[in-house]
């Protein structure tokens, strides 16, 4: 079982950057795959950033390659989600998830996750 808490979102002008936090609690961080994905209102829940359990694979959302960048510090307990030239369209609530695995595959779908947290919300000023 692990608990997640984000932290770091807010309002920013379009071309900023915020970085967002999600600590988990537990002594087997690095047993999990994490996530983040995104939910604006009225739209579906979507991937935003993954990382694999050991860091070797990373996969993002076409729409934020180059801008986003997820990291992880396994001696924090904390994965991060680093947001640059922030955009209006990247409005929405931002979720960390975690999946325990035994591979070091990353993983794309709201359904591969098992634990959520409660989320921290971005708002990008045009």
């Known amino acids: 079982q692990v608990q997640l808490v984000e932290s770091g979102g807010g309002l920013v002008q379009a071309g900023g950057s915020l970085r967002l936090s999600c600590v988990a609690s537990?002594?087997?961080?690095?047993?999990?795959?994490m996530g983040w994905f995104r939910q604006a209102p009225g739209k579906e829940r979507e991937f935003v950033a993954a990382?694999?359990?050991?860091?070797?694979?990373?996969d993002y959302l076409d729409s934020v390659k180059g801008r986003f960048t997820i990291s992880r510090d396994n001696a924090k307990n904390t994965v991060y989600l680093q947001m640059n030239s922030l955009k209006p369209e990247d409005t929405a609530v931002y979720y960390c998830a975690a999946r325990q695995t035994y591979s070091d595959s990353y993983f794309s779908l709201v359904e591969d996750y098992s634990y959520w947290g409660q989320g921290t919300q971005v708002t990008v000023s045009s």
């Open positions: 990382f694999s359990r050991f860091g070797t694979n990373t």
């Open positions: 537990g002594r087997t961080f690095s047993s999990y795959a």
